[in-house]
């Protein structure tokens, strides 16, 4: 046998594979769906988000902004989706801040707090319009400790960055991972 034969016999096997490959590809992302390396599944093409309301006892006043853009980037970033300012989109997210508090988690000598906690809980209700039962409202929490010897205004801008990203992961698996 000579190199050659077995040189053709390789760029064969490699064509075979490579059009295996492609025809994997058309068939995933044509059905039912299109599945992205984040394994969401979208099955439609547009969203519309609504600015998450605070209504929380304790309002810290750009928290409305920040969890709004954090889900919204969250999602448009992993999904491919166009965003669009009507109801007729294919998805429909909305809802509001309904926790915003801070409280102690941990107490040193039984008197002085040792650690606090701050706590950003969503209420969000999201529409699948190309497929309702994907549908969901449900309530969101997520949190972030600090100790005591910190003021919550020198720490808060952090903590709601981290908690906004916890959060924005979370209702983003649960619209669109089904975890």
Sequence with gaps: MNFNYFAQLLINLMQRFFLFLVSLTVVLTSGCGIYSFTGASIDGKTIYFHTFDNKA????????????????????????????????????????ISAYDVTVTGVQNTQTASQNRLTITLQVEFKNRKNPKSSFTQSFSRFADFSATQSLQTVENALIEDIGTQLADDIFNKAFVNW
């Design 57 to 96: 006892r304790n309002v810290m006043p750009s928290l409305s902004a920040t969890m709004t853009e954090k889900i919204r980037n969250r999602i448009l970033s992993q999904t491919g989706l166009s965003q669009v300012n009507n109801e007729t989109a294919d998805y429909d997210l909305s809802g509001y």
